[in-house]
């Protein structure tokens, strides 16, 4: 049932179409010259993809799934169909010039952000581009500059775990100083397992990144430095995999922060972070659900994956982002924080394989995201 609709093709990349025209009747912000629900083309309908499409339809307000992309035309065409009302295409550039796209999410593979990102650019979209931004630090900066080079924001990325309700609080306790100045973080975070072709570089590209971004963010401050160790490894991790590793940052501030990082744990998903500050200690992350007596034993579940565990903080980031689409704004991380981040995990890289403690050099903060 998915049409897949020509584009033209612009110095190889094939892109722009009627996209002037749509730009110009969507005004400065997207969708000013379009009252009512926002129009998501949604790029890519791999795991992420389909439950945000499943999220847009049934769970988000204010918007709906116009179309959908995908290399893989039949899962695009049957996701289109489940979700009804939408068209499918196997060109994202296509996807976002459907007369019913006000606005984009990007949750392709990371190797195909930049080119959907620059594509959404050019027709002045707004996006929620699941992380990471880019997979490395240069694509990154040629993704940031090309930001500036609109003179405005379009660009909120997937960092979820902002939206997560326990961050929030530690990240409110740590803004007002109720606790005193943050000295440390201790950060846990262990997936049962890990899908096939998972590798050391994941490990920090993939797992990592979410430490880094809540570490830029909870403490307000930049990662200026990386080391890795990596223990003996468990036996249930696959050949050549490091599992687990501890993961340290060194912050502008003079923060150490640490992540235990198991990939393997094999008893569920578990995501954790303690802030040691000079009056006391704040932990989020220790919720079991219900707790049960039975049996002569007390406990709680433990969720299986970070689809169950961040359900809500989904639900919240793409909301947020809708809302403040609708209202012609920007907000959540930036494409500054997928920078910071990039540049982050290609040290965290260099660091892992070295075992060496490898500097974060960044640029300059422009002033957009000042
Ligand atoms: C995955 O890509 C995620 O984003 C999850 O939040 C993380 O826990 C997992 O380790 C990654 O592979």
Redesign the pocket.
């Known amino acids: 049932m998915g049409t897949t609709r020509e584009t033209g093709t612009v110095d190889g990349r094939s892109t722009v179409g009627h996209a002037p025209e749509a730009a110009a009747a969507r005004g400065a912000h997207g969708v000013e010259g379009r009252p009512g629900t926002l129009g998501v083309a949604v790029i890519g309908t791999g795991r992420m993809g389909a439950d945000h499409v499943r999220r847009l339809h049934d769970v988000i307000s204010g918007a709906r799934v116009a179309a959908v992309a995908d290399l893989d035309a039949d899962r695009a065409a049957r996701l289109a169909r489940d979700v009804g009302g939408a068209t499918a295409y196997t060109d994202p550039a296509a996807a976002m010039d459907d007369p019913g796209v006000d606005a984009v999410l990007i949750a392709s593979p990371g190797p195909a952000h930049e080119a959907a990102l620059l594509d959404a650019f050019a027709r002045d979209l707004p996006v929620l581009c699941e992380?990471p931004l880019t997979p490395d630090a240069a694509s990154a900066l040629r993704v940031l500059e090309a930001e500036q080079k609109l003179g405005h924001r379009r660009v909120q990325v997937g960092f979820?775990?902002r939206y997560d309700a326990g961050y929030r609080t530690l990240k409110s306790l740590l803004t007002k100083g109720t606790h005193g100045r943050p000295l440390m973080l201790h950060h846990k975070?262990r997936?049962a397992d890990?899908?096939p072709g998972?590798t050391n570089a994941?490990?920090i590209n993939?797992?990592v990144?979410?430490e880094i971004d809540v570490t830029r963010w909870l403490l307000d401050e930049e990662i200026t430095a990386v080391r890795v160790l990596r223990p003996a490894p468990t036996g249930n991790a696959p050949e050549g995999l490091s599992d687990p590793q501890l993961i340290l940052f060194e912050t502008s501030a003079g923060q150490v922060v640490d992540t235990e990082?198991f990939?393997n744990c094999g008893f569920g998903?578990q995501?954790s972070c303690e802030a040691v500050c000079e009056g006391g200690t704040a932990r989020i992350g220790d919720d079991h659900g219900v707790f049960v007596n039975a049996a002569g034993q007390w406990g709680g579940t433990i969720p299986p994956?970070?689809v169950e565990?961040?359900e809500d903080a989904y639900d919240r980031q793409v909301q947020h982002w809708v809302d403040a689409t609708r209202r012609g704004e920007v907000e959540g991380p930036s494409c500054w924080d997928g920078y910071a981040a990039a540049v982050v995990c290609e040290a965290g890289v260099l660091a892992q394989a070295s075992g060496e403690r490898v500097p974060v050099e960044l640029i300059e903060r422009p002033d957009l995201y000042g």
Do not use: A, I, Q
């Open positions: 992380k979820m775990r975070h997936n890990t899908p998972f994941m490990m993939d797992s990144v979410h990082l990939v998903y995501v994956g970070f565990r961040f």
